[in-house]
């Protein structure tokens, strides 16, 4: 019998609506399950938690059911408004009052009166792909608990708040990669949407240009669960893959990957062949180029230092040496290149859609190497290992597409190993519908048996 907190989002939203189940009773089980030395949380709110957990009784109690997520345990990245929470965005102290808003994301699931409980670890303004910070202890990645390994970033505590089972959701932000590399490397599922698709209300800003709001969830299942209760469009169910049309990313995607990164991902694509998906090899257009134009500042770093030197003056001399190193190749950038950049971004962006016709996804590795051990990430080694880390991520964002990441098994070293499904922009029910068909087959294989499916 499955343990209360391994069940699908699906049936424990059924039971808290039929009352077979208490929200509290929901909430102190998955705080039973907290553990301080993973360092998920900047705020951990018990209190608070128990607090919306009696809200929500009290309106099933009443006969209101206000939505699919009424009672579930989430946790919210730390750039996120939250009312009764401090917002610290990665840095020393809190910021101004003005930023715990709720925007529209949290509203959409605090209005269903889903559970926050509490605020999760965001590198400092969400700059870097590692999770590792210069102000609060760096969380750990719950798949390892004897060896201190990347738990992703910048979501940085997102997929430990899964891991260790305090939340069954958890809110996350995707600018290069944020919500997919946290994904990928705890063994979790995360989508990215399109840009402009959930607005950005609520959030602290990195890149106005590229942030999108996204979610990482346990499983292909509870991510698309989410995704219909907060977007509203309907996943279709894949009763099988025959016909499923997959485009294999270029050598861009797969050069260079770790021992075991590149052979889990190809025994997925073998896998998916053999229940009859077709297949067949697709160059996308401007990868390569918008991940040089990225390398070499790229748009990101100008417009968070926008943002900082008039919304938080204050805030840059106190920033993590590794934000500031990168933020500042960014003030230098002239305003003509700035343009000449982004305008070149959205040519390519159509190109990339164009080349996605006709393909219901493109598939690679999602992060091209292992999370490395935090020891190993040295202020001489960190640029180096963070835009490898980033790599297959930020083209997706830079393209203006969507995608999913979803774990296909572990590598070398015993890490998971995220698979990325990339779609054309408003592919995101589609996408989810093949992740959760891809994860069911490899459940069938005893490739990767996710929790709550």
């Known amino acids: 019998m499955l343990n209360l907190l391994d069940q699908p989002i699906g049936a424990i939203s059924a039971q808290l609506a039929d009352g077979k189940l208490k929200a509290q009773e929901l909430i102190e089980a998955a705080q039973a399950r907290y553990d301080p030395k993973l360092n998920g949380y900047v705020s951990w709110a018990p209190d608070f938690a128990r607090q919306q957990a009696a809200a929500a009784d009290a309106a099933f109690a009443s006969g209101n059911r206000l939505g699919a997520l009424q009672g579930?345990?989430?946790?919210?990245?730390?750039?996120?408004?939250?009312?009764?929470?401090?917002?610290?965005?990665?840095?020393?102290?809190?910021?101004?009052?003005?930023?715990?808003?709720?925007?529209?994301?949290?509203?959409?699931?605090?209005?269903?009166?889903?559970?926050?409980?509490?605020?999760?670890?965001?590198?400092e303004f969400a700059f870097g792909g590692l999770g590792v910070s210069a102000h609060w202890p760096i969380p750990w990645n719950p798949q390892n608990r004897k060896v201190h390994y990347s738990p992703g970033g910048s979501s940085s505590g997102a997929g430990v708040t899964l891991g260790e089972g305090t939340a069954l959701l958890a809110l996350g932000t995707d600018t290069g990669g944020s919500v997919r590399i946290p994904a990928s490397v705890t063994g979790h599922v995360g989508l990215k949407t399109t840009i402009g698709r959930w607005p950005t209300s609520g959030i602290v800003p990195l890149s106005t240009t590229f942030d999108t709001p996204g979610v990482l969830a346990r499983s292909a299942a509870d991510a698309a669960f989410a995704f219909e209760s907060i977007d509203g469009e309907h996943v279709p169910t894949l009763d099988d893959l025959g016909g499923l049309r997959l485009a294999v990313a270029e050598p861009f995607f797969w050069d260079g990957a770790a021992p075991g990164v590149a052979e889990r991902a190809q025994e997925a694509l073998r896998l998916l062949e053999a229940a009859g998906a077709m297949t067949r090899d697709l160059a996308l257009a401007g990868s390569a180029e918008v991940y040089e134009l990225y390398r070499s500042g790229g748009i990101v770093s100008t417009e968070l230092y926008a943002f900082l030197s008039r919304d938080l003056p204050a805030w840059i001399?106190?920033?993590?040496?590794?934000?500031?190193?990168?933020?500042?190749?960014?003030?230098?950038?002239?305003?003509?290149?700035?343009?000449?950049?982004?305008?070149?971004?959205?040519?390519?962006?159509?190109?990339?859609?164009?080349?996605?016709?006709?393909?219901?996804?493109?598939?690679?590795?999602?992060?091209?190497?292992?999370?490395?051990?935090?020891?190993?990430?040295?202020?001489?080694?960190?640029?180096?290992?963070?835009?490898?880390?980033?790599?297959?991520?930020?083209?997706?964002?830079?393209?203006?597409?969507?995608?999913?990441?979803?774990?296909?098994?572990?590598?070398?070293?015993?890490?998971?190993?995220?698979?990325?499904?990339?779609?054309?922009?408003?592919?995101?029910?589609?996408?989810?519908?093949?992740?959760?068909?891809?994860?069911?087959?490899?459940?069938?294989k005893d490739v990767w048996d996710s929790p709550a499916i």
């Open 72 to 123: 579930i345990p989430i946790s919210v990245k730390d750039l996120y408004g939250v009312a009764s929470l401090p917002t610290f965005a990665g840095s020393p102290r809190a910021l101004p009052l003005e930023w715990r808003r709720e925007g529209w994301l949290v509203r959409r699931f605090r209005d269903q009166l889903a559970v926050v409980m509490g605020k999760s670890h965001t590198v």
């Open 317 to 444: 001399e106190t920033l993590d040496p590794r934000v500031r190193k990168r933020m500042e190749a960014g003030s230098a950038l002239p305003a003509w290149e700035y343009i000449q950049r982004r305008n070149r971004y959205a040519a390519l962006a159509q190109g990339g859609a164009a080349a996605l016709e006709g393909i219901d996804a493109l598939v690679c590795p999602t992060v091209p190497i292992s999370p490395p051990p935090i020891a190993e990430v040295t202020d001489d080694a960190y640029t180096g290992i963070n835009l490898r880390m980033l790599r297959n991520t930020c083209v997706v964002n830079f393209l203006g597409l969507c995608a999913v990441t979803l774990p296909v098994g572990r590598d070398q070293v015993g890490m998971p190993v995220g698979l990325q499904l990339t779609g054309r922009p408003g592919a995101e029910a589609r996408l989810l519908a093949i992740a959760r068909a891809i994860e069911r087959l490899l459940k069938r």
